[in-house]
């Protein structure tokens, strides 16, 4: 039995939004104090979960329908869940996530326009009320993110672009949806500016997670 629960954070933004830069960031946060952390990706982050994520993020942007990429990614995320995060957590770990289930309500509910209630239906059945403890979602101009995302190296492969080379109009049903999110779930969902320098976003990243651990009785 561990001294304290486990601890589940998901990142949420737009593409080039910055959210993998910050994930190491409070990675090293969490680790000076004394935490076990884990990061994780969606779609991914688990064998199975990491081969569907090819499937999603390669290929031509019309590809699969709306309908067939939801399904893709709950597949990937119910493998996710059961052979990573829900292990981790029980062992007391801090997990921090690339994406999560809010992303497919952001993605296929309002950018492709199924609707959040159909992707919310998907959710409930794939892995049942199971969602982050925190969710920060990193916010800015759609036209820096996209050229963020275009600049990029590293662990993301130049081949994984499909949800990038979406029309301007996704993104900004992309953006609706993530502020959407951020406004029906305010206790969970914290809005992170993320138009500015890197130590800048990272303040407001760390005091955001300050606040929520004083508000779960942590201490920060």
Do not use: N
């Amino acid at each position: 039995m561990t001294a304290r629960p486990g601890l589940f954070i998901s990142f949420e933004g737009g593409e080039g939004s910055g959210k993998s830069t910050q994930i190491r960031l409070l990675e090293q946060w969490f680790r000076k104090r004394g935490d076990d952390v884990v990061i994780t990706r969606e779609p991914g982050g688990s064998p199975g979960a990491e081969e569907i994520r090819t499937l999603l993020l390669t290929g031509d942007p019309g590809r699969w329908d709306a309908v067939t990429e939801a399904l893709l990614m709950f597949a990937s995320r119910r493998d996710h869940v059961e052979r990573t995060i829900r292990p981790a957590l029980a062992q007391g770990r801090v997990v921090l996530c690339d994406r999560f289930a809010d992303s497919s309500v952001a993605y296929q509910g309002y950018g492709h326009g199924l609707g959040p209630d159909y992707i919310r239906q998907l959710w409930q059945i794939a892995i049942g009320d199971f969602k982050p403890d925190l969710t920060l979602l990193f916010d800015l101009p759609i036209e820096t993110g996209l050229d963020r995302a275009r600049q990029r190296f590293g662990t993301v492969s130049a081949a994984e672009d499909r949800f990038e080379r979406m029309g301007m109009e996704f993104h900004r049903r992309l953006q609706q949806g993530f502020r959407a999110i951020a406004t029906a779930e305010p206790e969970r969902c914290k809005m992170i500016d993320a138009d500015g320098d890197i130590d800048v976003v990272t303040a407001r990243v760390t005091d955001a997670v300050t606040l929520f651990l004083k508000s779960r009785g942590i201490p920060a």
